[in-house]
C-alpha cells in the first residue's frame, strides 16, 4: 500500500491522509456506476493510499454509504467522515433510474431535512446501520444555510442551535463516539455563524477555496486558524472546470451548472500560464490548495479507477515554482493565498 502525508484535524489527535476521496460519485452522481465498479474504484483508493474517505446519506440516498461500507469493513485505519441532516424515509415509488436531486438509481427512499437534536442521533444511527460500520470518525452537519434551504434556512438553523442539534453532536464527541464534527457545505457565511455557536473541529467547504476563488481567505481561514479548526476541500475542481480545463469539447462544469463568462475567461488564463511551465491544470488545483495551512485534506469526487490513479499522479506532479510566481504576479490568484513552496 501507497502511503500519503497525513495532517491533523483541528486538536483532535485524529490525522487525515492530505489527499482523500469523496464518494458522491458512488451514490451515481449524474450517471451510474455499477456495484463492481464502486468496489474497484474504493479498493484502488485504499491501495493508493486515499484512506480517508467522505460520503453522506444524501449520496444516492443511503448508496454511497452501503458501498463505501461494504468495502472498508475489514479494512483497518481507514478515516471515514459522513454527513447528518438528512433523514431517509421508505419510498416505494422510487423504482426507476430516473435522476433523483443529481443521483442516478438512488435506493428507495425519500429525503426529509431534520437538523434538531433527535434527528442529528437518528441520522448517525442510520448511517451507522447503512456502511455496516460500529462508527465513523467526522459528522458533518450537511447543506445547512441559505444557499440549499433559501427561505427556510432560518427555521433549520433554529433546530441546530435551540433545537439541540450542536448540542447532540458535542455530545456524541464527548463521549468518544466519533472523534470530530463541523459543516459540510458550499457557502462561507454559515460556516463563522456555527463557530460562534459551537467549537467545530473541522468545515469541508465545497468549492470555496479552490484556485478559482479564494474568498475564504478574508475571514473564514483566518476564523479557522485563531479556533484550531481544519479546513478539508471538498469540490476542488468547482465541480469539474478545474479539472477538464476549457479547451475539451462538451459542456462544462462549474459548481454543478454551465460556467458564467467571467469564469470560463479566469480558466482560460490560468491554463495559459500553465501551457507555458508544461503544468496540467488540474494538478495545479490540488496541490494550490495544499498549500494552505489551514488545510488537511482535499477530496476530489473519483467515479472509477483510473481517475484514482491519476489523480495520484496529479497530486505527486512536479509543479515549477515559477509557474506559481506567475499566477502570482498575473493576478489569477489572490496575492496572499498562500502558494506551495511559499515557507520554504
Ligand atoms: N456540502 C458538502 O458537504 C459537499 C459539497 C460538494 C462536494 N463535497 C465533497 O467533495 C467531493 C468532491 O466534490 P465533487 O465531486 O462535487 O466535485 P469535484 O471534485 O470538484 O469535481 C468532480 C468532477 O471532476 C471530474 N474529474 C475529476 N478528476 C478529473 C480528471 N483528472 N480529469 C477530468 N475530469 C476529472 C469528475 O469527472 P468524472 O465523473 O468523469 O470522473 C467529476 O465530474 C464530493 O464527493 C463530496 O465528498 C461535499
Same mark, same amino acid.
Given at each position: ?17 492530505? @489527499?482523500?476521496? #469523496? %464518494? ?6 449524474? +450517471? ?6 464502486? /468496489? =474497484? ?44 441532516g ?29 437538523y ?25 452537519v450537511h447543506d445547512i444555510g441559505? @444557499?440549499?434551504? #433559501? %427561505?427556510?434556512?432560518?427555521?433549520y438553523w433554529? +433546530?441546530l ?5 450542536? /448540542? =447532540? ?14 459543516l459540510?457545505v458550499?457557502?462561507?457565511?454559515v460556516?463563522?455563524?456555527a ?82 511551465? #508544461? ?7 490540488? +496541490? ?7 488545510? =488537511? ?48
Open positions: 500500500m501507497a502511503t500519503i502525508p497525513t495532517r491533523a484535524i483541528g486538536t483532535t489527535g485524529l490525522a487525515v491522509p492530505e @489527499l482523500g476521496f #469523496g %464518494a458522491a460519485s458512488l451514490g451515481n452522481l449524474y +450517471q451510474p456506476v455499477s456495484d463492481a465498479d464502486a /468496489r =474497484a474504484t474504493l479498493d484502488a483508493a485504499l491501495d493508493a493510499g486515499l484512506r480517508y474517505i467522505d460520503t453522506a446519506p444524501h449520496y444516492g440516498r443511503g448508496l454511497s454509504e452501503r458501498r463505501v461500507g461494504e468495502a472498508l469493513r475489514l479494512v483497518p485505519d481507514v478515516v471515514v467522515s459522513t454527513k447528518v438528512r433523514l431517509m424515509d421508505p419510498d416505494p415509488s422510487v423504482t426507476d433510474d430516473t435522476e433523483r436531486d443529481g443521483f442516478r438509481s438512488p435506493m428507495p427512499f425519500r429525503m426529509r431535512y431534520d434538531t437534536h433527535d434527528g442529528i442521533l437518528r441520522s448517525h444511527e442510520h448511517s451507522l446501520q447503512r456502511l455496516g460500520l460500529a462508527h465513523v470518525d467526522i459528522l458533518y441559505g @444557499l440549499v434551504h #433559501g %427561505a427556510e434556512a432560518g427555521r433554529e +433546530q442551535t435551540t433545537g439541540g442539534g450542536l /448540542r =447532540a453532536l458535542e455530545r456524541l464527541r464527548d463521549e468518544g463516539t466519533i472523534r470530530a464534527f463541523g459540510g458550499n457557502e462561507i457565511a460556516c463563522l455563524d463557530m460562534r455557536e459551537a467549537r467545530l473541529d473541522v468545515i469541508l467547504l465545497a468549492g470555496r477555496y479552490t484556485l478559482l476563488e479564494q474568498h475564504a481567505l478574508d475571514a473564514l481561514l483566518p476564523a479557522c486558524a485563531d479556533a484550531g479548526t481544519s479546513i478539508v476541500v471538498g469540490g476542488p475542481y468547482n465541480s469539474g472546470i478545474l479539472a477538464t480545463g476549457t479547451k475539451r469539447g462538451g459542456p462544462l462544469h462549474y459548481d454543478y451548472g454551465p460556467p458564467p463568462e467571467d469564469i470560463v475567461a479566469r480558466v482560460r488564463g490560468i491554463e495559459a500560464v500553465a501551457d507555458r511551465h #508544461g503544468v496540467t491544470l488540474p494538478a495545479a488545483a490540488l +496541490q494550490f490548495v495544499l498549500a494552505h495551512p489551514q488545510v =488537511a485534506s482535499v477530496i476530489p469526487g473519483l467515479g472509477n479507477p483510473q481517475r484514482v490513479a491519476q489523480t495520484v499522479d496529479l497530486y505527486r506532479e512536479s509543479v515549477p515554482a515559477d509557474f506559481w510566481a506567475e499566477l502570482r504576479r498575473e493576478r489569477l490568484v489572490r496575492e496572499d493565498a498562500p502558494l506551495p513552496g511559499d515557507a520554504a
